[in-house]
């Protein structure tokens, strides 16, 4: 018998989101993210409390979700393990010449497919605050394997 907890068996797509608030942009992790509605196309995604992320979606109404490939697992030390309070993340993302720009915000040149989303409302989770979207553009960009939760433990990047 497992001994993970039910939420720590399910092998989840690893996102990140692009935010803008102004001239300030930023980029972070996110698992919790998932379609909710198929017509119209929506998603429901979560983002964690005091964060740059945060503060961007709250003064924002749209933001682009990406679908992570596997290949970029070396990202989440920049993406989600330091804070975009601290740090510009997208800086030091084009120090390592992983960005393009698509819509107006900044995504990552490896990912998988890219979703500009609409927030339609927000709600508190928990340590997390959940935005409703509509997907109001996407493009697939690159073919490959998702970046998953089991592709974060292999690497070390998370215990759970």
Same mark, same amino acid.
């Not at 989101?17 to 017509?39: E, F, K, L, R, V």
């Not at 490896?110 to 997907?135: K, N, P």
């Given at each position: 018998?497992?001994?993970?907890? /039910? ?5 989840? /797509? ?18 919790y ?6 017509? /119209? ?10 964060t ?32 975009g309070?601290?740090?510009?993340? +997208? ?15 900044? +995504? ?37 394997? /998702? ?10 990047? +998370?215990?759970?």
């Amino acid at each position: 018998m497992t001994r993970k907890k /039910p939420w720590n068996r399910i092998n989840l /797509p690893v996102y990140s989101i692009s935010s803008s608030n102004g001239d300030t942009h930023n980029m972070n992790i996110i698992t919790y993210a998932s379609q909710i509605s198929m017509h /119209p196309k929506r998603y429901i995604c979560g983002v964690y409390h005091d964060t740059q992320t945060l503060y961007n979606l709250e003064h924002s109404d749209s933001f682009v979700l990406q679908l992570l490939s596997a290949r970029q697992h070396r990202l989440v030390q920049i993406l989600g393990k330091q804070s975009g309070k601290q740090i510009d993340k +997208i800086r030091q993302l084009e120090k390592r010449k992983a960005t393009m720009m698509w819509n107006d915000f900044y +995504i990552l040149q490896h990912s998988l497919a890219v979703m500009q989303l609409t927030i339609i409302s927000s709600f508190e989770a928990g340590d997390h605050t959940a935005f409703l979207c509509d997907v109001t553009a996407y493009k697939n960009v690159n073919e490959g394997l /998702p970046l998953t939760l089991n592709d974060l433990r292999k690497h070390g990047l +998370i215990r759970i």
